[in-house]
């Protein structure tokens, strides 16, 4: 099999490099969050939605918003920040070995996987999140290319 890709190695590498992004994105989150005080947070916030740049500022996306503000700059902070560094981190250790075909780290990126998913369903079942259940179908897809890859390099290998 020369250079050429197969549609599995051509979903990897894009589900791959989608959780890439993502786990930079969430440690630089994570790291601002640190930075910015909680009163920056409330103040852009404010202007977010009097702005309405997400609807109406009675809308529900706006209360979503609004309320997801409040719990970040209340007692949620530490976590927040916590949650975005170590799970960012995490992802981005397995998209290092996932890109490098690293066959020993394909079950500990499912698994990992796999809890990232269990956890934003209660998450999701929690806060009622917008978000979470799109997060949720992503990375069980992410975990369906991941697992079809796995079985592919194992085939090849045997």
Known sequence: MGGELTLTDKLFRVAVWLKGLDAVSQLAGGALLIFIP???????????VTRDLLGPPTGPLAGHFEEAVQH????GRAFVIAYLLVHGLIKLVLVVALLRKAVRWYPAAITALGLFVLFE???GAQTHSLLLPVLTALDIAII???IKEYREIRRNTA
């Open 38 to 48: 909680p009163r920056a947070l409330t103040w852009i916030a404010h202007g977010v």
């Open 121 to 123: 369903l209660v998450r």
């Open 72 to 75: 970040l700059v209340g007692g």
């Open 144 to 146: 369906v290319v991941v």
